[in-house]
C-alpha cells in the first residue's frame, strides 16, 4: 500500500519558535543527531515539515501514535535527505521518498510510504 503526505509550514514561524525557546525547541522536535545538521532556520523548518508529512502519510499526525522524536531524518553525502531504516522499522514502512522544496518563506514537503 502506498500513503502520500504533504505539509507546507513557514520558516519564519518555525525561527521565532527557536528564537524564544532556543535549544529547548530544537530539542521538542528533533534528535540529537538531527540537531548537528540544522545551520538555519530553512534547514529546522525542512525537518519539521518532513516529520509533519510522514505522520500525515501515516494518517496518523503528529500525536500520541507518532510523536515528531518518533521520527528520524539523516541526510546522504550528497545532501539529500531520508528516514532512517529505525524510524521505517518503527512504522513497518517498506519504503519510503522525501521531498523537500523551499519558496518565498515557505517549506514544502512530499512524502510517500510503502507498507
Same mark, same amino acid.
Given at each position: ?8 509550514v513557514? /520558516?519564519?514561524? /518555525?525561527e521565532n ?40 502519510a ?24 531520508f ?9 513497518? /514502512? ?13 517549506? /514544502? ?7
Open positions: 500500500m502506498i500513503e502520500i503526505g504533504i505539509d507546507i513557514s /520558516i519564519k514561524r /518555525i519558535f527557536i528564537n524564544k525557546y532556543e535549544q529547548r525547541a530544537l530539542k521538542r522536535f528533533l534528535t540529537q543527531k538531527e540537531i548537528e545538521l540544522i545551520k538555519n532556520p530553512q534547514n529546522a523548518a525542512s525537518f519539521w515539515s518532513a516529520k509533519e508529512a510522514f505522520s500525515k501515516l494518517g496518523v499526525g503528529i500525536g500520541s501514535k507518532c510523536s515528531f522524536l518518533d521520527i528520524e531524518i539523516l541526510k546522504d553525502k550528497y545532501g539529500k535527505p528516514f532512517t531504516n529505525s524510524t521505517l522499522k518503527k512504522f513497518n /514502512i517498506k519504503s519510503s521518498s522525501l521531498s523537500i522544496t523551499h519558496d518565498n518563506g515557505f517549506v /514544502i514537503t512530499a512524502v510517500i510510504l510503502v507498507k
